[in-house]
């Protein structure tokens, strides 16, 4: 880390280093005395014996010590996240009851139900965005079909009023033919009526023919002829009126036709004024809007594109909300403890505005701290932490970062949970505790040695072996532990980094590489770290209240 490397080391030992330095006025390397350093100029003339590896990738994280307080655990309330029936309740108040563990299930076919119609929503309005985009490829060649279909229909304006023409010709002539009908059929009642005036006339006769003999003493064989003969009128008679009913109905029958035949004509000469008068004009215009309406088809269609593929979004967002409450129908305990109080019943309705059950937990009372907004962003719920009271260490982990300002301490409150059960009788409420954790990480970090990163100014370069000379990188670092110092820009994990610390290293300088095969990086002992202009220093963090502190706690020596 530059920052801590930079200006909190530099500033406590540059000063005292340098003046060793330059009133010694050498440039031996650290460890080396003036003898080894004359002896190894002999042996390579004025090359520089180092050595050289390849970065290491490792993950590296920074630990900082916060002071906190012990505070007490106190109640959860269970509120129910859907509403309706309780149709399995589970525990009743004094049981225990574990993190996860379904203490009631509310009757979910309602929410199967929602489910079920909003995948068939989703279904549906993509069939819709489907057909959609279907319907605007086939509005665009719909387009030049509708004017071709325009003309055609102008066309067939001539054709239809012929047909007009000659429906009424035929409407007439059916008309005139069941006029014929009706004055045939009349013609053949009063035919009938003579037929049956005829035969009542001959039945009269015979009647009072058979009524005279009767009187005047005839003979039976008489009498009986002249019965028989009256029968024979009489059956006359009837027939002749059957007949003259049924003349009477066909001349009825081909009234009616005549009449039908009269408002089929009518209904024709009206259908053929109105299609001269008004649907010629109205299909021409038709033609005419409808060649000019193609291109506002075309538009509404894109439009309808567009708008069903916001129906797709909002009904797989509807489909999201379903999943999730039909989810919500398993309550279960969010802590493990003691149930205190249920107000739920079997078979009876929960709500989401009120408490189902109340758990005492049973964990460790927490630690709280608080912490600057960089440190909060940084801190991740789930870290392990370990909190320290008089020398004793007991495992824990970060449960909450508050994302809001406390008021009393303008800081963001943390929450740590303690494991260890042995805590319960150590950790009381209100005592002061140490808390350490991970503030700042970085999974396969690309890293060097930490004796290998030089400084000129704020400027941060390292030396690689570039075909036997030293050739000077400038980079950008990240993360630095003890060890190692990461390197986010101007390094490839090809390059071979020097990792020999040298004051008399400089770019271009002529090299004897001792490990001539190279290797993965690996850190210097602590009292060989370098910064820029020859000054040495140890660096480790150290505990605080804060972000993470590097100091300086010692200087090399020439």
Same mark, same amino acid.
């Given at each position: ?286 033609? !005419? ?16 594109? &567009? ?155 390292? !030396? ?12 950008? &670092? ?64 150290? &505990? ?15």
């Amino acid at each position: 880390m530059k920052k801590n490397i930079k200006k909190k080391i530099l500033a406590a030992v540059t000063g005292m280093t340098l003046a060793a330095v330059f009133l010694c006025g050498c440039t031996v390397p650290f460890g080396e005395s003036s003898e080894e350093a004359t002896e190894e100029g002999t042996e390579s003339d004025d090359s520089l014996r180092v050595s050289v590896a390849v970065p290491e990738t490792r993950d590296l994280a920074i630990s900082s010590n916060f002071s906190g307080t012990v505070v007490a655990e106190s109640e959860v309330n269970v509120i129910p996240l859907a509403s309706g029936e309780v149709v399995e309740k589970n525990f009743d108040v004094g049981d225990h009851v574990n993190a996860g563990e379904l203490l009631f299930k509310i009757d979910d076919e309602p929410y199967q139900i929602a489910l079920k119609q909003a995948e068939a929503q989703v279904t549906i309005n993509q069939a819709s965005l489907t057909s959609a985009k279907a319907n605007l490829n086939s509005a665009e060649a719909n387009a030049n079909q509708t004017r071709s279909s325009a003309v055609e229909t102008v066309g067939k304006i001539q054709y239809n009023a012929t047909k007009e023409d000659y429906d009424v010709q035929n409407s007439y002539v059916s008309k005139r033919k069941a006029n014929n009908t009706l004055k045939d059929a009349e013609d053949n009642v009063d035919l009938y009526k003579d037929a049956l005036d005829a035969a009542k006339s001959a039945r009269d006769t015979a009647k009072s023919d058979y009524e005279e003999l009767k009187k005047s003493g005839a003979s039976a064989e008489e009498i009986a002829i002249a019965k028989a003969l009256l029968d024979e009128r009489e059956a006359t008679v009837d027939k002749a009126e059957v007949t003259l009913d049924s003349a009477k109905r066909t001349a009825d029958n081909a009234e009616m036709s005549l009449e039908l035949s009269k408002g089929d004509y009518a209904l024709s000469e009206l259908h053929r004024y109105n299609y001269n008068t008004y649907t010629v004009p109205t299909t021409l215009y038709g033609a !005419y809007a409808s060649a000019v309406g193609a291109d506002t088809s075309v538009t509404n269609s894109k439009a309808n594109v &567009t708008s069903t593929a916001a129906g797709v979004k909002s009904a797989e967002a509807g489909l999201e909300n379903a999943q999730l409450n039909l989810e919500h129908t398993n309550v279960t305990a969010p802590v493990s403890g003691i149930i205190t109080a249920i107000n739920v019943t079997l078979h009876n309705m929960a709500s989401t505005q009120s408490s189902a059950y109340t758990i005492q937990s049973d964990e460790q009372n927490k630690i709280v701290f608080y912490v600057a907004e960089e440190t909060a962003r940084n801190l991740i719920p789930g870290t392990d932490a370990v909190v320290t009271k008089n020398g004793t260490d007991y495992p824990g982990r970060i449960i909450n970062v508050y994302d809001t300002v406390d008021s009393g301490t303008g800081l963001f409150k943390v929450e740590v949970s303690v494991s260890d059960p042995a805590a319960a009788g150590n950790l009381v409420t209100g005592l002061s505790v140490s808390i350490r954790t991970i503030t700042r990480r970085s999974d396969r970090a690309l890293t060097v040695p930490i004796n290998a990163v030089y400084y000129d100014g704020e400027q941060a370069f390292i !030396y690689v072996n570039d075909k036997g000379f030293a050739k000077r990188l400038n980079v950008t &670092t990240g993360l630095s532990d003890d060890e190692s110092v990461e390197i986010t820009e101007g390094l490839t994990p090809d390059d071979q980094v020097i990792v020999t610390w040298s004051g008399s290293l400089r770019d271009g300088s002529k090299l004897k590489i001792d490990n001539a095969s190279g290797g993965t990086a690996e850190a210097a002992p602590v009292s060989a770290q370098q910064p820029a202009g020859g000054a040495m220093v140890a660096a480790e963090p150290v &505990t605080g209240d804060s972000d993470d502190v590097m100091v300086a706690v010692g200087a090399g020596e020439r």
